[in-house]
């Protein structure tokens, strides 16, 4: 089955400065990678994603980047900002078992 | 845009007891549904999926006698929780995927359940 591993588990940035948090999967079969902000007790939300046949997506302040041959997607923050501050977490859509997998999370803390 | 109402929000039960969870979609259906277990400062782990009318399927290690999953219709799936005990204190969160099968995965606002 998939497999998603991510890095760093913690990242710790100046307000202003950019974030960058990695993500490697498994299965070549994976085809959709969406990106999740949780905040502490709180549903995950969906900041952004990408599909397979897409190299790049830029939204505002946030792009994710694809890689497949590699088998691993990055999400770029920039101009960081407090209001960052919360635990993001990778997933890739397993194809033949039509289910997301999570990478492990990232604490990332920005401070003013 | 696609709504999980998932009740309760929290709840605390004596060990033993058994503990149900619903989460509806209020405004499409969803043909599959995804139950995830989160421990404190750890990932989503999911522990079964379940299509509407059929018996759900479980991941390796989920004992499904004691996680019973009912996906009875297109809009309500339930979690009941059985004999709990206070190793199974968890954010339990529901995840629907509705017809079009898009990959528009909409989570529920959680479960924080509580064995004492």
């Known amino acids: ?112 | 845009g696609a709504v999980v109402s998932q009740h309760p929000s929290w709840v605390i039960c004596k060990s033993g007891t058994s503990v149900k969870i619903e989460c509806r979609s209020l405004d499409f259906q969803a043909t599959t549904m995804f139950w995830y277990r989160q421990f404190p400062k750890q990932s989503l782990m999911l522990m079964a999926t379940s299509n509407e009318g059929s018996k759900a399927t479980y991941e390796q290690g989920v004992e499904k006698d004691k996680f019973l999953i009912n996906h009875a219709s297109l809009t309500l799936s339930t979690l009941t929780v059985t004999s709990a005990h206070p190793e199974d204190s968890s954010f339990y969160i529901c995840s629907a995927l509705g017809q079009l099968n898009n990959y528009g995965y909409t989570f529920g606002s959680g479960t924080r359940l509580t064995v004492v």
């Open chain 1, 1 to 112: 089955g998939e497999n998603v591993e991510q890095h760093p588990s913690t990242l710790s940035v100046q307000e202003g400065d950019s974030a960058v948090i990695k993500c490697t999967y498994s299965d070549s079969a994976s085809n959709y990678f969406p990106w999740y902000k949780q905040e502490l007790g709180k549903r995950p939300q969906l900041i952004i994603d990408i599909r397979s046949n897409v190299g790049e997506k830029k939204d505002q302040r946030i792009a994710v980047t694809l890689n497949k041959t590699a088998k691993h997607f990055s999400l770029h923050i920039t101009e960081t900002q407090p209001e960052d501050s919360a635990v993001y977490f990778c997933a890739a859509h397993e194809t033949g078992f039509q289910k997301l997998v999570f990478g492990t999370g990232t604490r990332l803390l920005v401070s003013p």
